[in-house]
């Protein structure tokens, strides 16, 4: 078989198309760590009240300024409810769903996520402005869903 020139510029140029996206997908996904979240951590959604830490939802010092919070989302809640922290404080949220696919948003932050039932969501977020921040669910999850909000009060 004999290939004109121009057949096989072309065709070194499409393959050479198809490696080159390749490679670049393998930079993003290993080396940047863009790939999609394929290692979440999971949880039994039936015993998410007997799994540590969710068998003690609250807020945690784990620091100077640092602090964890353990949150469980409920048809139509959020666990715990009304937090407090001081400004200037990073917080850890450690989250999952007891029943339904929710959601998370923090007015006046980046935090915006879904939180489903039988995955761990985590965020870090710095909260350094005092005041109230209201926290919505953000999924449709039921006839309740409209009052599933609580607040972060920092100061
Ligand atoms: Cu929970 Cu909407």
């Known amino acids: ?22 490679l670049f997908t393998g930079y993003q996904t290993f080396v940047l760590g ?5 290692g979440m ?3 039994d959604p039936q015993k998410v009240d007997v799994t540590a ?7 945690y010092e784990i620091g100077e ?3 964890e919070v353990v949150m469980t989302l409920q048809l139509f809640s959020f666990t715990p409810n009304n ?8 917080v850890h949220f450690t989250m999952t769903s007891k029943d339904v696919t929710h959601g998370i948003q923090v007015a006046g932050t ?12 985590r965020i870090t977020q710095k909260f350094d402005e005092t005041g109230e921040y209201l926290v919505l669910c953000n999924e449709y999850c039921g006839t309740g869903h409209q009052f599933m909000a609580t607040t972060i009060t920092v100061k």
């Open 110 to 121: 980046n935090i915006n996520a879904m939180v489903m039932p039988g995955h761990i969501q």
């Open 1 to 22: 078989m004999k290939f004109h020139l121009d057949e096989k510029i072309w065709l070194i140029a499409s393959f050479g198309v198809i490696i080159g996206m390749m």
């Open 53 to 59: 830490p969710f068998d003690e939802p609250g807020v």
């Open 65 to 67: 300024n640092e602090y």
């Open 83 to 90: 937090i407090e922290i001081p400004a200037g404080s990073t």
């Open 34 to 38: 863009m790939g999609p979240p394929s």
């Open 41 to 43: 951590e999971t949880i």
